[in-house]
């Protein structure tokens, strides 16, 4: 089973400029979340989403949404950067039914730099 | 305020030694404990995972303890290997009840170094 992908790599982009990263979770995975992971913060919880809807909303900002496909694969978008952007954002997929205690399966992440 | 607390930031051990890493909460009611491994690079990855009605639970050389009492998980690595090295995260559900599909609230992590 093929896991979490998560695209792009790695991004540098400008303050003010806004940011689409995109997940793709794994086979038969409903639920996918986003984290942004800082040396400072650690692992935050951004949002979740479960058959193209979001179920779960962490403290961050309304420069942050996401959204999810029919097919699961969820985008996050931040826009109008700010050097604190600069993060690795990382994906889950889970099953995301029945039981909410599911371990998540994490992509690789995308390092974002805002400079 | 709540708070998720994992004890030490950096635990130095030598191969062939147990490793115990201690994550301590304040201000939650977790249903259950989940723990993950990360490596430098690469997002975390699961590795077991206990229910506040479970006081260990065991996976190869991996040992988890929950007492809801103390408010504390002990996570265990006997016969450590230099293979082992990486940080550990903890992980809870915030919600009471342990209801909150896909979110988790992470501890900062314990950096486990096993020299050879």
């Known amino acids: 089973k093929a896991g979490v992908t998560q695209t792009p790599r790695y991004l540098i982009k400008t303050r003010g400029q806004q940011v689409t990263l995109s997940c793709s979770p794994i086979?038969?995975?409903?639920?996918v979340s986003w984290y942004q992971q800082t040396p400072g913060q650690g692992l935050q919880f951004l949002f979740e989403y479960f058959s193209e809807t979001q179920r779960n909303k962490g403290n961050f900002p309304g420069r942050f949404s996401g959204r999810q496909f029919s097919n699961s694969r969820s985008e996050m978008n931040v826009s109008t950067l700010e050097l604190g952007d600069s993060a690795l954002y990382l994906c889950a997929s889970s099953r995301g039914d029945s039981d909410p205690s599911y371990e998540q399966y994490f992509g690789p992440g995308t390092r974002l730099t805002v400079t | 305020s709540q708070k998720i607390e994992q004890n030490s930031e950096a635990l130095n051990i030598q191969e062939g030694k147990t490793a115990t890493l201690t994550c301590n909460y304040t201000?939650?009611?977790?249903?259950?404990l989940q723990w993950y491994r990360q490596d430098p690079g690469r997002g975390p990855v699961f590795l077991l995972l206990i229910r506040e009605n479970e006081k260990e639970k065991r996976k190869e050389r991996l040992k988890v303890t929950f007492d809801t009492t103390l408010k504390q998980s002990l996570f265990h690595i006997t016969a450590s290997q230099p293979a082992d090295s990486a940080t550990y995260l903890c992980?809870?559900?915030?919600?009471?009840?342990?209801?909150?599909?896909?979110?988790?609230?992470f501890g900062q992590g314990t950096i486990l170094t096993v020299h050879p």
């Open positions: 201000n939650y009611s977790p249903a259950y």
């Open positions: 992980a809870l559900d915030p919600s009471a009840g342990g209801t909150s599909y896909g979110k988790l609230t």
């Open positions: 086979s038969g995975h409903r639920s």
